[in-house]
């Protein structure tokens, strides 16, 4: 195994039902607008929204 102590950011998006409040998080992929509608709620007929993105840094 390679040893590095470069950071690495990845970048999340955070998906959220106004409906029953679930939350899903995963990662970011292209066409992610924030505060836009995704996908279907999998817990009631709501639709989820992009409610935040983000990076997270992961030491390696
Ligand atoms: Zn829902």
């Known amino acids: 195994m390679i040893f590095s102590k470069d950071p690495i950011t990845v970048a ?3 998906e959220k039902c106004d409906t029953c ?3 899903k998080k995963r990662k970011f992929s ?10 279907k ?14 990076g997270e840094t992961i030491e390696q």
Do not use: A, H, Q
Request: charged letters at 15%.
């Open 12 to 14: 999340y998006t955070v």
């Open 21 to 23: 409040g679930l939350i």
């Open 30 to 39: 292209e066409g992610d607008v924030l505060f836009s509608n995704t996908t």
């Open 41 to 54: 709620c999998s817990s009631c007929e709501g639709m989820l929204i992009i409610e935040k993105i983000f």
